[in-house]
C-alpha cells in the first residue's frame, strides 16, 4: 500500500510563509502526477497545484505567484511552498499521488492521499 506522510503545516500571521513536504513511500518514477489539494471548512476539496509526469507545475488561479511546487524525486518527496499566505488560505492540506497501472490488459487508476495537515493563517 503506497502511504504519503505530510509535515509542515501550522499557524503563520498574514504575509508569512510555509513549506510543506510529502514523503511518498514508492518511487516517484512509478507515478503518473502528484498533487496538493486543500479543503476549508465547509468547503469542496479542491486542487492548488499539480505536476504531471515529472512535467512542469500547474495553480489554481487563487494561488498562483504566491506557492510553488517542486520535487525532489531522490527522496521521494514533493513540496509546497507557500508565500504571502492569506487568512483564505487557511485549510488542511492535502497530499495526492495518482498512479496508472496495466492488470490483465485494462488500465486502473489509483489515487492515494496523506492524511492532511492543518494550515490556518491569522489576520
Known amino acids: 500500500q503506497v502511504q504519503l506522510v505530510e509535515s509542515g503545516g501550522g499557524l503563520v500571521q498574514a504575509g508569512g510563509s510555509l513549506r510543506l513536504s510529502c514523503l511518498i513511500s514508492?518511487?516517484?518514477?512509478?507515478?503518473?502526477?502528484s498533487a496538493w489539494y486543500r479543503q476549508a471548512p465547509g468547503k469542496q476539496r479542491e486542487m492548488v497545484a499539480v505536476?504531471?509526469?515529472?512535467?512542469?507545475?500547474n495553480y489554481a488561479d487563487s494561488v498562483k505567484g504566491r506557492f510553488t511546487m517542486s520535487r525532489d524525486n531522490a527522496k521521494n518527496t514533493v513540496f509546497l511552498q507557500m508565500n504571502s499566505l492569506k487568512p483564505e488560505d487557511t485549510a488542511v492540506y492535502y497530499c495526492?499521488?495518482?498512479?496508472?497501472?496495466?492488470?490483465?490488459?485494462?488500465?486502473?487508476?489509483?489515487?492515494?492521499w496523506g492524511q492532511g495537515t492543518q494550515v490556518t493563517v491569522a489576520s
Open positions: 514508492i518511487s516517484m518514477h512509478s507515478l503518473n502526477a
Open positions: 505536476i504531471i509526469s515529472g512535467g512542469a507545475a
Open positions: 495526492n499521488a495518482h498512479q496508472v497501472v496495466v492488470a490483465s490488459e485494462r488500465l486502473i487508476e489509483n489515487d492515494y
